[in-house]
């Protein structure tokens, strides 16, 4: 707490507090403006699901997203001026919302709505500043007290409008917030904080000096609550209107009123949620909140269900399902418990950060509000693809129950490090404590090699080198099936309509991209797991964890009443085997000295990638047998009357899944100096070289992966006369073989150099698929279409090598001029740190190409009839990325020019 606090007047205080409660209940309310209105324009313009939710969610993502700036800006120029600003804006939007006609523009005016959900991060960071740290978790609680707005909404918003129409409410929701932007401007003061600034002359502090605090991990797991207490809240607070008149068969009026019954205490209460963390402490609230809200929503998710039990005598039947009065209280305990959490989590920031409460608190906002947009949305495509409605409670279980386990271990792991010293002296049993002194401590423990040293020549040729390949050598198969998991369903989708199953084209291209989703974000969080797990228990958990998918395909696909949301699941869970790649590349790497480590990424990159190939040349094969006998179940009959065996697609890698698993546990190994913090990575955040190789490596390894999940079932939808599968592996095997026989050139001539020119090839080859696809009736199509993506495989793998060729250059040349008062071995150490939490960081961002494309192609067909506008994206794409790597590295005066031009080979560092 600041001076200036200290001296503040208890008038000045208690009047910044209301007027600021009153104040964001206003922005509240107009921020959930559309859980009301929307079901009537849903109603009037025949939305669909999709779009429902895409237009509530809309205000939210504006809110959310401005909350990170607005946050800033308010401890920089003072919270009053910006959140007088704030409800100004947002008043005058409101009112042009009343001359909205169709549904573009309802999107138009949603995103100025949007401006008033952003005046939680200026509140916080204003109201923080009035209170010393005893009491800041009581004034912040009362502040957020404000989301009774969605309350106001909901009770009154549903009688105005059926007396007045929806227009009315939008121009009286921008009436008041104006008038309470006049009223706040004019009876309350700029923040002591403030004052004491402008009264010392001091400048305030730069935009990238607030940002210091998000390389913390800490801050992004209280954006996780958030994104569950608030933006679950706010999600529901939009949804729950209409689910409860689709569900229960009430009336808009009732519907809001129920509603509301879960939005007052998940808003009220938050002042007392403040209270309790200032009292108790918010450690123990928040475990209150995650672990009753576990409970909750597995009840809530719990869909009607009758049930016949064979019993003795006979059938018994019963019948579960969550009456409205069981459903009201549950909703009702929910939002209770959200409210205490929502206060818990903001209890933290100005206690840690009390100079970026704004930064901080606009960052977890920003998170939590976007919550608020994507959930919605989820709950739509969740009841389009499911057909549940509970579904949207079932995603709720699983986000309150990742952020439970997460906060548990984050705990576990902190009271572990610090009670460290004590456990090392322990004896290995309790009962040889009496007779356990300084000579047996560690000496029965193992596990972890200690003595690790690479860059010792000695030591490495005398025992290093050895175990270091042998590590290598079990990483790559299992590596190898980790992709080979990854991308079966490229393959498998191919196949369904074929033994009976009726999904449409934009399903199965979903069932095809939903892998490469959850792979790409599973990348983020694996890279991090080795130096906590240790890279042997992590490799084989890892290596096992692909059994899940495995099993399930194989089962799935014997029953073509199977759900659909079953097929989804499945193509979730085959996401484990692309989150595989950056932990076993952040693995290995700890492996070898640098003047090896480049082959050895290399050799574990460009082997495993075969995964794809061979997954794409062994599954054709594997399911026109059986393989597996009676234990492998019965062939699926085909509508030309021949038999498959599908379920082999997901059997024939569960004998090697375990081969490889226990050769990870039996023939790997633990290193001690394995340890990498989130903090001492997360500089790359603040690299803008990071995000600009992020996006070419997505043009080079997106298009990579991407390809590979996309390529059959584009081929079977465009010319249905060809057997592509049989061709299908070719792609990846060549885009693997280029990766890892192509490092050479970029050694050579240079990674941008390289680069350039590989998207030039790229642009060439969408092209010439582009021209096939609209030719595809006249005889020899098919071959070029076939061959010009044989030409995008090739040059995406030596893209892939020139890329990460690239970043060690890049990031050399640009520590020399960040540090340059730093000695070289001091400048070489950090280029070499950020240039592998790049490498890591690029593979996770580029991983994405597995969703976007193959959805991407289905998107087009469903919109079009043509996959052509999709590929016309990526010709643009390829484009864009031939400019930038010309305008930023290869160009006269670029990064790279000089380094390229006067370099001598040196040695690979590709991955």
């Known amino acids: 707490m600041s001076a200036a606090t200290r001296s503040v007047d208890t008038g000045a205080s208690s009047r910044a507090l209301w007027l600021s409660t009153l104040a964001f209940t206003i922005c509240f309310a107009v921020w959930t403006i559309f859980s009301i209105l929307g079901v009537q324009i849903k109603k ?64 138009i005016a949603a995103l100025g709505v949007g401006i008033a959900g952003g005046s939680f991060a200026v509140g916080i960071a204003y109201v923080s500043k009035w209170f010393p740290k ?25 009688a105005i409008m059926v007396a007045m129409g929806w227009q009315a409410v939008a121009l009286i929701w ?42 913390n991990v800490q801050v992004w797991r209280f954006s996780l609550y958030y994104f569950f207490v608030f933006g679950a809240f706010v999600a529901l607070a939009l ?11 009430f009336s808009i009026t009732t519907a809001g009123m129920i509603g509301a019954a879960y939005s007052v205490p998940a808003s009220l209460f938050r002042a007392y949620g403040g209270h309790l963390s200032d009292r108790v402490g918010a450690r123990r609230v928040m475990y209150w909140t995650l672990g009753v809200s576990v409970v909750v929503t597995f009840i809530l998710s719990y869909p009607p269900t009758d049930y016949v039990v064979q019993g003795i005598g006979g059938q018994t039947r019963f019948h579960l399902e969550t009456g409205v009065g069981a459903f009201i209280v549950l909703v009702f305990v929910l939002g209770f418990f959200m409210s205490l959490g929502k206060a818990a989590v903001y209890k933290h920031i100005p206690v840690y950060y009390p100079n970026r409460v704004g930064a901080v608190g606009g960052i977890v906002g920003l998170i939590g509000g976007l919550g608020g947009f994507v959930l919605p949305m989820a709950f739509g ?43 090392e002296k322990l004896p290995a049993l309790p009962e040889m404590q009496p007779i356990h002194g300084a000579a047996q401590e560690g000496a029965l423990r193992g596990g972890a090699i200690a003595d690790w040293r690479p860059e010792d020549t000695a030591f490495w040729d005398t025992e290093g080198r050895a175990i270091a390949r042998r590590n290598l050598w079990v990483s790559i198969p299992c590596l190898l099936l980790a992709f080979a998991v990854w991308m079966v369903w490229s393959v498998v989708v191919a196949k369904l309509p074929v033994v009976g199953f009726r999904f449409t084209t934009d399903e199965l291209f979903w069932l095809a991209a939903l892998p490469g989703l959850s792979g790409a974000t599973l990348r983020i969080f694996y890279s991090f797991m080795p130096p906590i797990f240790g890279g042997r228990l992590w490799t084989t958990l890892s290596t096992w964890s692909l059994m899940i998918p495995a099993l399930g395909i194989g089962f799935a696909v014997q029953n073509p009443a199977t759900p659909y949301w079953v097929f989804l699941l499945l193509a979730l869970l085959c996401g484990f085997g692309g989150g595989n790649f950056a932990s ?34 062994v599954v054709p094969m594997a399911i026109t047998a059986g393989v597996f006998g009676w234990l492998g179940g019965d062939p699926q009959g085909t509508a030309t009357g021949g038999s498959l065996w599908l379920q082999n697609a997901g059997f024939v890698w569960v004998p090697f899944i375990a081969a490889a698993a226990f050769a990870a546990w039996f023939r790997m190994d633990d290193l001690a100096s394995m340890k990498a913090s989130f903090a001492d990575q997360a500089v790359i955040f603040q690299r803008k070289h ?198 930023v590295y290869t160009r006269r005066g670029g990064l790279l020019h000089d380094i390229e031009r006067g370099r001598t080979p040196g040695p690979a560092v590709n991955a």
């Open 44 to 107: 009037d313009l025949g939305l669909t699901e999709f779009q429902f939710g895409l237009l509530v969610g809309t205000p939210i993502l504006t809110g959310s997203l401005i909350r990170l700036v607005l946050g800033v800006w308010a401890d920089q120029y003072g919270g009053r001026v910006v959140y007088t600003i704030v409800m100004v804006a947002a008043s005058i939007a409101t009112a042009l919302l009343a001359l909205a006609y169709d549904y573009t523009t309802f999107l």
């Open 134 to 158: 005893e009491k800041q978790g009581t004034a912040l609680g009362i502040f957020g007290a404000g989301n009774v707005g969605a309350a106001v909404t909901k009770f009154l918003a549903p």
């Open 174 to 215: 921008a009436a008041v917030l104006m008038a309470m932007a006049v009223v706040f401007f004019l009876f309350t003061k700029d923040d002591p904080d403030l004052a004491a600034r402008r009264a010392s002359g001091t400048k305030p502090e730069s935009f990238a000096t607030m940002m210091e605090p998000l390389k």
């Open 239 to 249: 949804w729950l209107p209409r689910y409860i008149i689709e569900t229960y068969g």
């Open 381 to 423: 495509l969740l009841n389009d693809l499911t057909g549940i409605r509970q579904s949207c409670f079932m995603l709720l279980f699983v986000v309150s129950a990742v952020a439970l386990v997460w906060m548990h271990f984050a705990i576990l792991g902190m009271e572990r490090e610090a009670a460290a010293p004590l456990l």
């Open 584 to 617: 076993s590349m952040a693995n290995i790497s700890f492996f070898f000295p640098k003047r090896e480590k480049g082959n050895a990424l290399a050799l574990n990159a460009g082997l495993g990638n075969l995964g794809v190939s061979v997954v794409q040349f």
């Open 690 to 887: 990071n995000w600009i190789m992020c996006f070419l490596y997505t043009g080079t390894f997106g298009s990579f992966i991407g390809y590979s999940a996309g390529f059959p079932l584009l081929a079977r939808t465009q010319f249905p006369e060809v057997d592509a599968l049989q061709f299908a592996f070719l792609g990846p095997l060549v885009g693997a073989l280029s990766r890892s026989m192509t490092g050479w050139v970029s050694d050579k001539w240079g990674g941008g150099r390289v680069t350039f020119w590989v998207f030039a090839l790229m642009a060439i080859g969408v092209y010439g698929v582009i021209h096939f696809v609209g030719i595809k009736g006249e005889p020899g199509a098919f071959w070029g279409f076939f061959g010009c993506f044989m030409l995008l495989f090739f040059a995406s793998g030596v893209g892939n090598a020139s890329t990460f060729q690239m970043i060690p250059a890049i990031m050399g040349k640009e520590i020399g001029r960040l540090m340059p008062d730093a000695d070289s071995v001091a400048r070489r150490a950090q280029a070499e740190k950020e240039s592998a939490a790049i490498i890591g960081f690029t593979s996770a961002i580029a991983a994405y190409g597995a969703f976007f494309i193959p959805k991407s192609y289905g998107t087009s067909i469903a919109m079009t009839g043509s996959p052509v506008a999709a590929l016309w994206a990526f010709f643009l794409f390829y484009l864009l990325c031939i400019a930038v790597t010309w305008a």
